[in-house]
């Protein structure tokens, strides 16, 4: 699969716009990352142990960075989840970024995905990195990589993150959209995984007016 997709296919003409569906609970976010905030100083009204409000602010200083990095290569869209369990925090989000391949260069899905971070500080490969080619409802054979990340933070600490990177070649254009799940829960990675599959799933080109109830919407152009 290479990036010009289905975009070769004579009369298919290209969308204007995408739509996908998150979980009841998730936020969109704006991508300078008010909502992100906001989510953040609510949960430290609820948060009186100093431990866990170190475990809070550390938590959304990463969830920033993973935003205004976005912001620097070609996202659209984000929307996420924050909360707070006896047992720690759950973060996790879904991204979709807007790239195209340079001039006379296509690259092909499993390439484009190894080539993508959602930190975009991305050091070395660690964990399983595993590709593999999934069908979309309405859109069809798509590529798919999902692993760890591993980033340093400004401080120099590093930070891993789950991911699960899906390409979907926009018709009729030589650019592509990679949705993006993300996640620091690493010991919820089966089931988190199982979530990213799941919205990645409600994905949809729009072609004219787009009207929906689904969980956000973007333009393709």
């Not at 909360?83 to 391949?101: C, K, N, S, Y």
């Not at 500080?121 to 590709?131: S, V």
């Not at 990679?178 to 919205?199: E, H, R």
């Amino acid at each position: 699969m290479t990036a010009d997709g289905p975009g070769a296919t004579a009369g298919v003409r290209e969308p204007d716009s995408f739509g996908i569906a998150v979980p009841e609970g998730w936020t969109r976010y704006d991508l300078e990352g008010d909502a992100l905030a906001e989510a953040r100083a609510g949960m430290l009204r609820r948060t009186p142990d100093r431990a866990e409000r170190d475990l809070v602010n550390g938590t959304f200083r990463n969830a920033r960075r993973i935003l205004a990095a976005a912001r620097r290569h070609g996202a659209v869209y984000a929307a996420g989840v924050t909360d707070l369990f006896e047992d720690g925090l759950l973060l996790a989000g879904v991204m979709i970024f807007r790239l195209t391949p340079p001039p006379g260069e296509s690259f092909t899905a499993h390439e484009l995905a190894r080539q993508f971070s959602a930190t975009g500080r991305r050091r070395r490969d660690r964990g399983d990195r595993r590709f593999s080619t999934v069908e979309l409802p309405g859109i069809g054979p798509v590529g798919r990589l999902t692993g760890v990340e591993e980033a340093d933070a400004a401080n120099g600490v590093s930070y891993r993150v789950l991911v699960m990177h899906t390409v979907i070649p926009v018709p009729a254009s030589r650019r592509v959209l990679i949705v993006t799940g993300y996640s620091p829960n690493l010991p919820l990675a089966d089931q988190l995984y199982d979530v990213f599959d799941a919205i990645t799933g409600t994905f949809s080109f729009e072609y004219g007016m787009f009207e929906s109830g689904m969980g956000g919407a973007g333009e393709v152009d």
